[in-house]
């Protein structure tokens, strides 16, 4: 809701809100769970069974930064490997 509001409020200015929601990304957060063989189960859940990486997060958002991506505003994009929308 906090993104369609403020896409609203923001549109007069000519600029666009897009939220990034990522899902399990295998960063140095993870490490700890790595050491304890806890990071497999997490793996799983995402739809490839394995943990994003950093750059496809990043890509992500390079391309909602983009031209290509101007007719997208006031919305979330989940960059999860379709986790939330079938687990």
């Known amino acids: 809701m906090m993104t369609q509001c403020a896409a609203l ?11 990034v929601a990522p899902g399990f990304v295998h960063t140095n957060i993870l490490k700890g769970m790595q050491e304890r063989d806890m990071e497999d189960p997490i793996a799983k859940k995402p739809m490839n069974g394995q943990l994003l990486y950093p750059d ?20 979330t994009i989940k960059v999860d490997d379709g986790y939330a929308s079938f687990k």
């Open 56 to 75: 496809q997060i990043a890509n992500t958002v390079l391309f909602l930064a983009s031209k290509e991506a101007s007719g997208i505003n006031g919305i």
């Open 9 to 19: 409020e923001f549109a007069q200015y000519n600029i666009r809100v897009v939220a």
